[in-house]
């Protein structure tokens, strides 16, 4: 045994660079020894759980057996820095950059639009690039299948698809890859050109792949790698000894002196443990350099696979083995490879390890269901022997728990070959099709006699129904000895409803959907048992045609989308790039990691780090705050409470007050109550942790909005609002029809959490602030009135964010100001970068709405009286919530003249974290009420939901509810395009006819309008305003009022400056938003931001421009620059600044009436789906959307909005769902739990259009606002759901409207399918 305290020195290489680590943290992660330690932050953080992949980088190793290196795409986030011995790492900063050359993979994914807020970027970098170094021709399914790991929560992932498309051979030949590609396609151009129109960007003048510029693999590690080393190598931490033996034998002598310390293999489920359960383990042995765990051998009889192996070797593995066996003896393997493939993203499979997935023994393991079922068996080893372990009910023991003994290791897993007669078979159903753990999975085996259908083995284990998985042996019981039939397997159905009992409180929830789905998993089983006896010719029996899809995969092959803009007039200047597809400005620096977020800014002297500690308790009163032992731990400077403050304890908002951290009670699990400022994080969240808390628990605690308003607890002023005569609607009405809808909330998750940097400039009280927020001005107000000092002391500096979405204003204004209070009490640099799951429980989402409709109606189908009722759950602060229904009841009307119509709207105060502003300000969620009374109604006359709504539409020139003209003519003509570009009404006869013929597969289509208003209701919010610097050289600075956090604002702004000066855009630079430069701003959002900061600043540049205007007339051949120096010379001021007043807009609430809208945008989408309604899942086979835009300043990063606010919306619709204890606990902190959409959830085929020939007088250069109203057409996915559902529920008898709330996840359109399955539960 090696001695104790003896430190080994690491050697690996990063980008080239040789990294001699002397004293490794075992405790560190790749990830921030790259950020903090090497300053390479171009790897992000996402969640720090494996979840995201923005922390992808590649890491390549030797492999001195088969003389190969090895490249894998790895999270940063979970790769202890202690395992990097002999590897080279590559970051996004390795493989190209701008300041010297680009590598195509970066410059691509930005030229094809496919980075916007740029966060998620590296990671989507580097996963290609790792692609692309193993197979340099990957068809487009490598590719997607590839990037499953990474999100994107701004592009809606298209645009990456179609730029990654471009190295793909076989797909579209690209004629880029350096080989001289020849393969023509037989599919649709990459550049769809309908009409003569271009796309939106130019593969011709992107770089080919080139080999010769990538790093080669350091020849010091081949050497290093092919000396045998066994030395067991130490790393002592401040708290943790990592130890990696170098031998079997030094690693079992390990476990029998450290029974408790555990294995790091891949790190996916103990580094999880660590880092969010606080598990602490004093010694840790990583036995990564034991060469027997690696092993792998083919035997006659099946395959040994050393525990060590990952997921991806073991994938190999098997690959190898269906080809070198006789097919008939490859169901095992086959069965497993399909479920390995599906285990998480690429970043997890290449470390997650098949011994660590058996040891974990988690219940929704994917592996051990199907390594039960098909006989495998393990060899333990401890110093006291070994032994070979069935794989089955007895070796699982309950959650986490195995009958391994503490010393004992898995040595290797025997996989079986299946015998004749014998197959096995793999089930999995999970929240998203992929990179989501199983909801339900399962592992089937069954062994035939010999030319029989009779069973004479069977063996089923189910995982997700329990503490383990588990064995079904009554129902196996009901099968074995009997020929396979219908009676025997109905007896089984029966049999397996019984013995899978799961209580109504059983962890994970989902009781009745996961019994169904054992059901249902069971029942897919036999129908391809029964195709394997037809195909043995075994028995006779066929499947009937009506249930063959039943078996068959939902379809995934992506398409090529159009994306139809107008192009400019072939008058324009090509020196004008208004109206141009051009690329985000910063997509470049994005893409090469160069780009700089506020948690890249570098570590300033002295800086310490904040970690806030939040209320356990919903509703306490706060007895004694007891940090004496936090501040005793190493590293712990202070701690910040809400006695520190100086100034405003609280933040005012819409008439309520919320306190910035809380003093006497808290009202939610989740609210601020201290800060621990540290020397570093880790010191920081161990200070938190020490912070003692005492509650006295109030028992009044409100949860629910049915229980907000039986105690009548209200965030005030409820609101009203009525046209017409509503009860007399409603008496004359032909039919009236009463429904409701509860629609759940929604997490932001902004790639990039929310981060701070306060240093205080230490004279005169100034106080420099730079942080990620969408209103720096808010900021700058909260930070003073906190500290007490003048905003004039107070400059806030935004580069960009990391995404926003509406969730960087409120919380994020408080949180710059507790982070304030600690550089101010401390006299220090302070940064506050909140860990995923914080944020997650800190700053709310979007508001869930209770929504209840009543809708009189003529049998011709035209709606005459609508009454709504709105309650919103606003959580505990009032924040935006009281805004954000008013806001819900100015969308009433949507686009449907509906005569008579009434809304009331209430915000809930609650004990859940407060809500607050999300794309769209409670527009998507009122809106999909409306939808879904048209829907009701529809159903209920017999009719289709899109005749209703054709039939209601505005169409002519019309007062809304409150009184405000508008004229729907392009509502109309988007309509009218979406039905005959999408080709609805024969896609609406092909899809009857499929359904006919299709017993559990359904499809469905929908088409929904939006009318979206643009502006805010209160007028000094529309007013903004800028800053042109022009210098000697004739380059330009511009500063404005708006911040980008991906939506393309600034790109716009130098768009609208290049016209007016006349300068190419190249000349023009924006560098950040500050308060200093621009005062008094107004919050970026409400899809605003260009319509009012472009104004400013084309007012600026004309000043400029004019005040040029004599030395042009002098010089009228002179250049730019010319005129510039000239301007100089003669003192003409080369600074200016703009302002636009913005439209006086207002909402009268007492008279119900106002103009509280510039203007609307116009926007109709439609999509089809495709549902299993044995599992709910499914798939958008097709989306069309037709969007009135105006003029579009910038066509591609207008469709770069539209697409991803659509996919955040199809998330909002069908698949995000936060969780809540019954103690207003949130459940959903992360990626692992709360599941936005993925590359997988892209609709096949993806249509955008831009309505031609529109025009816009209300804002700049004819274009119109467009960050949030496509929200909303993410709910022709419900609504297509809700069409299919229809179909399944007609085949079980059941018509008319029924309730399907939103979001209609595979459990609620499983369960509304009413199968025979569902049925039995
Ligand atoms: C983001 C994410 C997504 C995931 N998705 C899926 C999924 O879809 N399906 C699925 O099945 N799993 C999934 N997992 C879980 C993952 O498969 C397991 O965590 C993994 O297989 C564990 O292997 P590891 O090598 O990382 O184990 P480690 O985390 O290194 O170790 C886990 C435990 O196993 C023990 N152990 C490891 N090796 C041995 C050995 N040879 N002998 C004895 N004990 C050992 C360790 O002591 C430790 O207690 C996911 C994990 C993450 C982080
Ligand atoms: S930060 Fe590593 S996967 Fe999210
Ligand atoms: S661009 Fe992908 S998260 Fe913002």
């Known amino acids: 045994m090696a001695e104790q305290t003896r430190n080994d020195v690491l050697v690996f290489y990063v980008n080239g660079k040789k990294i001699i680590e002397e004293n490794p943290d075992p405790e560190a992660m790749l990830l921030s020894y790259l950020r903090k330690k090497l300053r390479l932050t171009g790897t992000k953080y996402g969640c720090g759980g494996g979840g995201c992949g923005a922390c ?86 490598d590719v997607t299948k590839g990037l499953a790991g990474n999100l994107c929560r701004c592009t809606g992932y298209r645009p990456i698809i179609d730029g990654y498309r471009t190295f793909c051979q076989s797909e579209n030949c690209c004629q880029l890859n350096g080989s001289g590609c020849n393969v023509s396609s037989e599919n649709e151009s990459v ?40 030395t067991t190598q130490r790393f002592c931490g401040e708290r943790m000894t990592w130890i990696s033996p170098g031998s079997l034998d030094e690693l079992l002598q390990l476990k029998t002196v450290y029974p408790q310390a555990p294995l790091v293999m891949g790190n996916t489920n103990i580094g999880l443990d660590m880092k969010f359960k606080g598990i602490f383990y004093p010694v840790i042995i990583s036995p990564t350099r034991v060469p027997e765990l690696f ?49 998480s993203g690429q970043q997890i499979r290449n470390v997650a390890t098949l011994g660590g997935n058996i040891a974990s023994a988690f219940p929704n393991s994917d592996l051990t269901p199907v390594l039960a079922a098909g006989r495998c068996t393990l060899v333990a080893l401890s110093k006291d022997g070994r032994r070979r372990v069935p794989i089955d009910k007895d070796f699982f023991l309950g959650f986490a728990k195995t009958i391994l003994k503490p010393d004992e290791i898995v040595l290797s897993v025997f996989i079986p070959s299946t015998r004749p007669n014998e197959i096995v078979h793999a089930f999995r159903h999970a929240p998203r099709k992929e990179s989501a ?93 029964l195709q394997y006896l037809k195909e043995k010719d075994v028995t006779q029996r066929e499947i009937p045609q009506k249930m063959q899809s039943a078996i068959q995969p939902l379809p995934k092959h992506i398409q090529p989308g159009y994306q139809e803009f107008q192009n400019v007039l072939e008058s324009q200047s090509a020196q004008d790039p208004v109206g141009r597809p051009m690329m985000h400005r910063s997509a470049l620096s994005q893409a090469t990691g160069e780009a700089v977020y506020c948690d890249d800014l570098p570590h300033t002297d002295g800086e310490l780090f904040l970690v806030i500690v939040t209320s356990s308790r919903p509703h306490a009163k706060i007895i004694h705050i007891d940090f004496s032992e936090a501040l005793k731990l190493s590293g712990v400077v202070d701690v910040i409470t809400a006695k520190d403050i100086p100034g405003k304890k609280f933040r005012p908002f819409a008439g309520y007050d919320e306190a910035v951290l809380a003093e006497d009670e808290v009202t939610c699990v989740g609210q601020m109550i201290c800060a621990v400022v540290a020397d570093s994080k880790a010191h920081a969240k161990r200070g938190a942790a020490a912070v003692k808390i005492s509650y006295e628990d109030l028992q009044d605690c409100i949860f629910t909005v049915e229980e907000a308003i039986e105690k009548d607890s209200f965030f005030l002023p409820r609101r009203t609002i009525e046209r017409g005569d509503v009860e007399k609607g409603l008496r004359e009405a032909e039919q009236v029809y009463e429904g409701e809808i509860q629609i759940g909330g929604q997490e932001h998750f902004y790639l990039e959490t929310q981060s701070f940097l306060v240093i205080p400039v230490g004279e005169e009280k100034e106080m420099k602030v730079y942080l990620s927020t969408q209103h720096p001005t808010l900021a700058q107000e909260a930070v003073a009135e906190t500290l007490r000092i003048p905003s004039n002391r107070v400059s806030c500096h935004v580069k960009r964010l990391g995404g926003a979405f509406g969730g960087k204003i409120i919380k994020t204004a408080i949180l710059a100001s507790i982070t304030a209070v600690a550089a101010w009490k401390t006299g220090r640099p302070v940064r506050c970068v909140l860990e995923r799951g914080e944020d997650m429980l800190i700053t709310g989402g979007r508001d869930p709405l209770w929504g209840k409709y009543k809708a009189g109606f003529m049998r011709n189908g035209k709606i005459t009286a609508a009454d709504f009722q709105y309650y919103t759950n606003a959580g505990n602060t009032a924040d935006k919530s009281v805004l954000v229904a008013e806001k819900m009841l100015l969308h009433l009307d949507n686009a449907y003249n509906i005569p008579n119509l009434r809304g009331r709207s209430a915000a809930c105060k609650t004990n859940l974290p407060s809500n607050t502003a999300f794309r769209g300000f409670g527009v998507p969620q009122s809106v999909l009420v409306v939808e879904s009374m048209i829907n009701d109604v529809a159903l209920k006359l017999g009719c289709l939901p899109e005749e209703i709504r054709e039939i209601n539409l505005y169409k002519e020139v019309s007062l809304t509810h409150y009184k405000m003209e508008f004229d729907p003519e392009n509502l109309v003509r988007c309509w009218n395009e979406c039905m005959e570009k999408a080709d609805f009404r024969r896609r609406r006869q092909a899809i009857d006819l499929f359904n006919q013929q299709n017993q559990f597969r359904k499809q469905g289509i929908a088409i929904v309008p939006i009318k979206y208003g643009i502006g805010f209701p209160d007028g000094f919010l529309n007013q903004a305003a800028a800053l042109v610097h022009i210098y000697k050289d004739g380059t330009v600075l511009v500063s404005h009022g708006g911040t980008e956090m991906g939506q393309g604002v600034h790109t716009k702004i130098q768009q609208v400056a290049s016209r007016e000066l006349n300068i190419p855009a190249s000349l023009i630079h924006i560098s950040e938003t500050s308060t200093q430069c621009v005062p008094n701003t107004c919050a970026s959002a409400a899809s605003f931001g260009t319509d009012a900061n472009g104004m400013a600043v084309k007012d600026a540049c004309q000043i400029l421009y004019n005040r040029l205007e004599p ?28 302002y636009y007043r913005g439209h006086d807009l207002d909402m009268n609430w007492e008279k119900q009436e106002g103009k509280p809208y510039a203007y609307f945008t116009y926007a109709v989408g439609c999509s089809e789906v495709e549902l299993d309604s044995l599992t709910g899942e499914y798939r958008t086979l097709r989306t069309d959307i037709v969007v009135d835009i105006g003029r579009s300043i910038n066509p591609s990063i207008d469709i770069g909005q539209i697409e991803g606010a659509f996919m955040q919306g199809l998330g909002l619709y069908t698949m995000e769902e936060l969780k809540f204890s019954p103690s207003g606990v949130l459940y959903t902190r992360g990626p692992g739990q709360y599941k936005i959409p993925s590359f997988c959830d892209v609709p096949l085929k993806f249509n955008v259009y831009l309505l031609a020939g529109s025009s816009n007088p209300h804002a ?52 509304a399918c009413t199968t025979r399955f569902t049925k039995m539960v």
Request: overall charge neutral; hydrophobic content about 35%; aromatic content about 8%.
């Open 437 to 529: 753990l199983a909801t339900v999975n399962a592992g089937m085996r069954v062994w035939f006699n010999e030319n029989s259908n009779v069973v004479k083995e069977i063996s089923i284990y189910y995982g997700g129904v329990g503490a383990t998985i588990l064995s079904v042996d009554c129902t196996c019981q009901q099968i074995v000895g009997r020929p396979w039939k219908e009676a025997t397997l109905s007896d089984a159905y029966s049999t397996l409803v019984d013995e899978i009992k799961l209580e109504p409180s059983a962890p994970g929830g989902k009781v009745d959907f996961r019994r169904s789905l054992t059901l249902s998993l069971l029942f897919k089983f036999n129908l391809l048992v």
């Open 191 to 230: 550049e769809p050109k309908e009409n003569g129109q271009p796309g939106l960007f130019s593969k011709d003048d992107m770089l080919p792949l080139d080999p010769t510029q990538d790093l080669i693999f350091p020849p010091e590690l081949m050497r290093l790698a092919e000396i045998k080393d066994q």
């Open 1111 to 1138: 030395i042009r007339k002098k010089n009228p051949k002179g250049t730019w620059q010319n005129w510039i120096s000239t301007a100089f010379f003669e003192k003409i001021s080369l600074s200016a600044t703009g």
């Open 1260 to 1311: 700049i250069y004819s274009s119109k606002g467009i960050g949030e109203p496509t929200v909303f057409l993410g709910s022709s996915v419900f609504f297509a759901v809700k069409d299919a559902v229809t179909a399944a529920r007609k085949d079980a008898g059941l018509t008319g409207p029924f309730q399907l709330n939103s979001p209609a996840t595979p459990e609620r359109a499983c369960l």
């Open 56 to 141: 992808t980088v590649m890491v390549s190793r030797y492999d001195p057996q088969t003389k190969n290196i090895n490249h894998s795409s790895i999270n940063a986030c979970l790769l202890p820095v202690c395992q990097l011995d002999k590897a080279a790492v590559t970051t996004v900063e390795g493989i190209g950059s701008t300041k010297t050359k680009l590598h195509p993979v970066q410059e691509r994914i930005a030229k094809a639009h496919g980075s916007q807020c740029g966060f998620c970027t590296p990671g989507m970098v580097m996963t290609m690039y790792t692609l692309l170094r193993n197979n340099p021709q990957p068809t487009l399914e």
């Open 295 to 343: 092993k792998v051998t083919q035997k006659s009889e099946g395959v040994c696979v050393g525990a060590g192996c990952s997921m991806t070797v073991l994938k190999s593995v098997l690959e190898n083995s269906i080809n070198d066996f006789p097919p008939e003896n490859t169901h095992m393997f086959q069965a497993l490879l399909q479920q390995i493939n599906l285990v």
